[in-house]
């Protein structure tokens, strides 16, 4: 077995979520293998278990399948054919309305796991509107932040399901919006785009700065020492 076929072979295994963090890598080139229907499911309910702010869930996840789709989200990320050929990608969006909305659903599950309690989702019922409505211009932003939040879920997910991922944050938002019906959406922002599938490429740790460069105690210029 020559060095790429092993490399790809390994690549392939499932890997816990330590490992997963350490191996994962940007892949640019993927097989046309497909995803199989219950792994691509166990991949959503992994991403969408992912945090958010008062957990509202203000994400909108589309995966684009279809191949006419592919090539038209490819179009409006800079014809980067790494769309093309994963099987899946996800497209993450963010409801910078979404705290504002009927949370009904969200209420009704906390109390249902008892999660939070009657008084808590009372409170909430004011406070969340309240919080989101305060933000102002900032809607967008904390909506997309959560968004991001279910993307790094999604990445280290795959990963570890054997799986490999791509971040993409070339795209023109407009032309994805239209790709994905939400042309008409004026609160709906797109957060990242993320190609699923099975690596055709082998891609080497590129290394990371030493603590001392970027990582801090209490105030920035306070390296931390390990």
Same mark, same amino acid.
Not at 105 to 112: K, N, R, S, V
Not at 174 to 179: H, N, P, R, S
Not at 196 to 220: I, M
């Given at each position: 077995?020559?060095?790429?076929?092993?490399?790809?072979?390994?690549?392939?295994? *499932?890997?816990?979520? %330590?490992?997963?963090?350490?191996?994962?890598?940007?892949?640019?080139?993927? +097989?046309?293998?497909?995803?199989?229907? @219950? =792994?691509?499911?166990?991949?959503?309910?992994? #991403?969408? &278990? $992912?945090?958010?702010?008062?957990?509202?869930?203000?994400?909108?996840?589309?995966?684009?399948?279809?191949?006419?789709?592919?090539? &038209?989200?490819? @179009?409006?990320?800079?014809?980067?054919?790494?769309?093309?050929?994963?099987?899946? #990608?996800?497209?993450?969006?963010?409801?910078?309305?979404?705290?504002?909305?009927?949370?009904?659903?969200?209420?009704?599950?906390?109390?249902?796991?008892?999660?939070?309690? @009657?008084?808590?989702?009372?409170?909430? +019922?004011?406070a969340i509107p309240q919080f989101q409505s305060g933000l102002g211009n900032k !809607? !967008?932003?904390?909506?997309? +932040?959560?968004?991001?939040? &279910?993307?790094?879920? =999604?990445? =280290? $997910? $795959?990963?570890?399901?054997? =799986?490999? #991922?791509?971040?993409?944050?070339?795209?023109? @938002?407009? +032309?994805?919006?239209?790709?994905?019906?939400?042309?008409?959406?004026?609160?709906?922002?797109? $957060?990242?785009?993320? *190609?699923?599938?099975?690596?055709?490429?082998? !891609?080497?740790?590129?290394?990371?700065?030493?603590?001392?460069?970027?990582?801090?105690?209490?105030?920035?210029?306070? %390296?931390?020492?390990?």
């Amino acid at each position: 077995m020559n060095p790429i076929t092993q490399e790809l072979n390994l690549q392939a295994q *499932p890997l816990d979520v %330590p490992s997963a963090i350490f191996q994962r890598r940007s892949i640019k080139t993927f +097989k046309p293998d497909p995803i199989a229907p @219950e =792994l691509l499911r166990q991949l959503v309910e992994l #991403t969408v &278990a $992912a945090p958010s702010s008062f957990n509202i869930q203000d994400w909108r996840i589309i995966l684009v399948q279809d191949e006419a789709q592919k090539v &038209a989200l490819s @179009e409006a990320a800079w014809n980067q054919k790494q769309i093309i050929q994963a099987p899946v #990608t996800f497209v993450f969006a963010a409801d910078a309305m979404g705290g504002e909305k009927d949370l009904t659903p969200i209420y009704e599950q906390g109390l249902q796991t008892g999660a939070w309690p @009657e008084g808590t989702v009372n409170y909430f +019922k004011t406070a969340i509107p309240q919080f989101q409505s305060g933000l102002g211009n900032k !809607r !967008r932003e904390y909506a997309i +932040k959560d968004a991001m939040i &279910a993307a790094t879920h =999604l990445v =280290l $997910a $795959a990963e570890s399901l054997g =799986l490999s #991922t791509c971040f993409m944050n070339g795209w023109i @938002e407009d +032309k994805v919006k239209a790709v994905i019906g939400a042309t008409d959406d004026p609160n709906l922002a797109i $957060a990242v785009l993320v *190609p699923v599938g099975y690596a055709a490429e082998p !891609r080497l740790n590129p290394g990371r700065l030493p603590f001392s460069h970027n990582v801090f105690v209490d105030r920035v210029g306070n %390296p931390y020492q390990d």
